[in-house]
């Protein structure tokens, strides 16, 4: 019996079907936790994005309010070139301000009757009033709207 024994040895170690399935499982988990994070980048990108798009109306609204330059500002929004500028006295090229949105999202669809308006001197309500849909460029369905009142005032829902 001692010599039966002493003929069986252990190898020590893993097979390679044991090493296939522990790469496989952290795969799979690598690329799950990639995904979330690159669907969180862009969410974030949104919010940030619809958080400038929305300070730079209310800056317009401010500028023409302090009648800086003895002047109203205005917003034209681009859709094409994915731009929000702050143009002064009605006038598209006389920029003030340009602001490029981030790759990630778009401004899918503006509400109004015109892509620029204009704020008043005395009293900031705006020439052309409306919604301001931005979206994930990845996932349209994602969106955030920005309300554009007559009175100026800037909402984000």
């Known amino acids: 019996m001692n010599t039966l024994t002493s003929h069986i040895s252990y190898k020590k170690g893993f097979t390679l079907v044991e090493l296939l399935v522990t790469i496989t499982i952290v795969l799979v988990l690598l690329a799950i936790s ?9 969410v974030r990108a949104l919010e940030k994005e619809v958080d400038t798009v929305a300070h730079l109306l209310e800056e317009t609204r401010s500028l023409t ?11 034209n ?13 009605g006038d598209t090229n006389n920029i003030y301000r340009e602001v490029v949105l981030d790759n990630y ?4 669809e ?11 001197r005395l009293t900031g309500k705006v020439s052309v009033s409306g919604d301001i849909i ?11 709207t920005i309300i554009l009142h007559p009175t100026g005032l800037v909402d984000v829902q």
Do not use: M
């Not at 309010?65 to 917003?75: E, F, P, Q």
């Open 34 to 42: 990639v995904s979330a994070f690159i669907n969180t980048r862009e």
């Open 65 to 75: 309010l302090a009648s800086k330059n003895d002047t109203y500002y205005g917003v």
């Open 77 to 89: 929004i681009d859709t094409t070139n994915n731009t929000v500028t702050i143009i002064i006295a």
């Open 105 to 108: 999202v778009t401004i899918s």
């Open 110 to 120: 503006i509400n109004s009757a015109s892509p620029t308006t204009n704020f008043e």
């Open 134 to 144: 931005i979206s994930l460029t990845s996932d349209p369905t994602q969106t955030k």
